[in-house]
């Protein structure tokens, strides 16, 4: 009996533990793929695109971008020079006395910042006070470079390899901003003239570089150097500028009236900031904007976290310009950031 009684018992349990519910094995959801951008190092600098043709090049002329008394005429028709020999020079000594007082000015504003920063991240100092410091300072230095760039185009220098046609200025001659001082041929014999709005013409100079693209060579570039700057805004309110073309083999093939573009790297006019795709930033009901970080969980796996940025707004070449929040070597999402939850679950897109 005992032994029926322990059997009955041991059926029973068997019975009970069938009869318990099982628990549920949900399938694992798959990770929601994105589509990311890794945030790179804050730049100055922006590239700008103009508009051109290419045009003969019989002697261009060339002038000081600053007047005053030339003190100096180094140039003789007939010869060549290099790129960046000194032609003429003229007198730099009020532009050195603007110079040091610009300098002072923009260390006055510097530390006034600075002392504004610590004011405001202490509570002493409100949003109104810390931006006409920002903006002081960023005049103080917009103006301490122009001042430097001045006493620079206090000497004329050649913008590229070539031979000077005509020299028409002598020592202490009185001249003007702008007054072709001299003729110069380039090697290449062609030239592009392009037109620039007055909000970059100041950051242009003679010798600097730029890259062409024509529509007649599509994937081809060439280069070439600003050769000459007009003081005078034409009728379709740009100024006109002439690039001289590098003496390239590539050229042969070029003929003028051929349409391109002509790029080059400029100051941003928004100071140094973070650029990132326009797509990437959303804006919150109550006007902010904020962007999804990736944080990784592993090498193509991820959560995402929602932060805050400040904006300055579209860079010329349409990213946007970051300002607060985000720094170099962030990873954010630039695709479907409205359709995105906090911490949730992804995986990197190739």
């Not at 009970?16 to 890794?38: E, H, Y």
């Not at 003969?56 to 002329?61: C, K, Q």
């Not at 917009?142 to 206090?154: I, P």
């Amino acid at each position: 009996m005992k032994s029926q009684s322990i059997l009955l018992n041991l059926t029973l349990a068997l019975l009970l533990v069938g009869c318990g519910k099982r628990k549920a094995v949900l399938p694992a959801v798959p990770l929601r793929p994105v589509v990311t951008f890794t945030v790179e190092s804050a730049t100055e600098l922006t590239e700008r695109r103009f508009s051109g043709q290419i045009d003969s090049a019989e002697g261009t002329g060339i002038a000081f971008e600053v007047g005053g008394r030339v003190i100096e005429v180094l140039a003789k028709a007939g010869r060549k020079y290099e790129a960046n020999a000194a032609l003429a020079r003229v007198d730099d000594t009020d532009y050195r006395n603007q110079l040091s007082d610009a300098q002072a000015q923009f260390t006055n504003a510097e530390q006034e910042l600075r002392r504004m920063q610590r004011l405001y991240e202490s509570g002493n100092a409100s949003q109104s006070q810390l931006d006409a410091a920002i903006a002081q300072e960023q005049s103080a230095r917009a103006n301490f470079k122009r001042v430097q760039k001045s006493v620079s185009d206090c000497v004329l220098k050649m913008p590229y390899a070539g031979v000077i046609g005509r020299v028409d200025v002598e020592p202490q001659d009185v001249v003007s901003t702008g007054q072709a001082m001299m003729t110069i041929q380039g090697e290449a014999g062609l030239e592009f003239d392009i037109g620039v709005p007055a909000e970059d013409i100041a950051n242009l100079m003679i010798g600097m570089p730029a890259e062409l693209t024509l529509g007649a060579f599509p994937g081809k570039t060439f280069s070439s150097t600003i050769s000459e700057i007009s003081p005078e805004v034409a009728d379709n309110t740009t100024y006109p500028v002439t690039l001289a073309l590098s003496n390239e083999t590539d050229w042969k093939s070029v003929r003028p009236g051929l349409d391109g573009e002509a790029s080059m790297s400029l100051p941003n006019p928004l100071g140094s900031t973070l650029r990132v795709p326009s797509a990437s930033v959303a804006a919150a009901p109550d006007g902010t904007n904020y962007v999804w970080i990736v944080e990784r969980t592993g090498d193509r796996t991820g959560k995402v976290v929602r932060c805050p940025v400040t904006s300055n707004g579209f860079a010329p070449d349409a990213m946007i310009e970051i300002t607060k929040g985000l720094k170099a070597g962030d990873v954010i999402v630039t695709r479907g950031v409205h359709q995105l939850d906090a911490d949730l679950e992804v995986i990197l897109k190739d």
